[in-house]
T-cell receptor, first 115, second 113 residues
Framework: DAGVTQSPTHLIKTRGQQVTLRCSPK?????VSWYQQALGQGPQFIFQ???????QRGNFPDRFSGHQFPNYSSELNVNALLLGDSALYLC??????????????FGQGTRLTVV | QKEVEQDPGPLSVPEGAIVSLNCTYS??????FMWYRQYSRKGPELLMY????GNKEDGRFTAQVDKSSKYISLFIRDSQPSDSATYLC?????????????FGKGTKLSVKP
């Protein structure tokens, strides 16, 4: 059973550029959440997607946007990159169907460096 | 005051020691409590998932939740060098699929052979 997979694993971008990160949820999961983890900090919630719609959003600017596809996979897009966007970006999946409420499992993350 | 407070350590113990990791929180609406282990440059791995107050045991790991004190703990018995990692507490008002998780900063644990 494949867990949560993220691509790419590492990425270097220049300030002002745009980036797209990808996530495939664990088999059987339908909900995808994205987190940003700065060095030495705990992950911070960016947003969550369920049924192809953004269901919740954390305190992140509109430069951060996302999408969920019919197969439950998801993308995180960040526009106009800033040096402060350098972090480990984590995707977590869980299952919300039929009233279930499962724990969230994380992928290995994408390490983004903005130079 | 941050919603979740966790002593970042670092914490260094000899192999075989009992390790106690703790978090305090301020939001009384939190009902779901989790502990994740994160190795360097890897994603967090779920260790324990508990609902409301009480204890939960899984092998060498025991999680305790005291909602009246807004305090959660993770105990690791017979610690091993392979337990060396950063331990993150996380909590939410709803389950993992319906709410965002609020994390502590993580405690870096080193278990010396």
């Amino acid at each position: 059973d494949a867990g949560v997979t993220q691509s790419p694993t590492h990425l270097i971008k220049t300030r002002g550029q745009q980036v797209t990160l990808r996530c495939s949820p664990k088999s059987g999961h339908d909900t995808v959440s994205w987190y940003q983890q700065a060095l030495g900090q705990g992950p911070q919630f960016i947003f969550q997607y369920y049924e192809e719609e953004e269901r919740q959003r954390g305190n992140f600017p509109d430069r951060f946007s996302g999408h969920q596809f019919p197969n439950y996979s998801s993308e995180l897009n960040v526009n106009a990159l800033l040096l402060g966007d350098s972090a480990l970006y984590l995707c977590a999946s869980s299952f919300a169907g039929r009233g279930s409420d499962t724990e969230a499992f994380f992928g290995q993350g994408t390490r983004l460096t903005v130079v | 005051q941050k919603e979740v407070e966790q002593d970042p350590g670092p914490l260094s113990v000899p192999e075989g020691a009992i390790v106690s990791l703790n978090c305090t929180y301020s939001n009384s609406a939190f009902q779901y409590f989790m502990w994740y282990r994160q190795y360097s440059r890897k994603g967090p791995e779920l260790l324990m998932y508990t609902y409301s107050s009480g204890n939960k045991e899984d092998g060498r790991f025991t999680a305790q939740v005291d909602k009246s004190s807004k305090y959660i703990s993770l105990f690791i018995r017979d610690s091993q060098p392979s337990d060396s990692a950063t331990y993150l507490c996380a909590m939410s008002e709803h389950g993992g699929s319906q709410g965002n998780l609020i994390f502590g900063k993580g405690t870096k644990l080193s278990v010396k052979p």
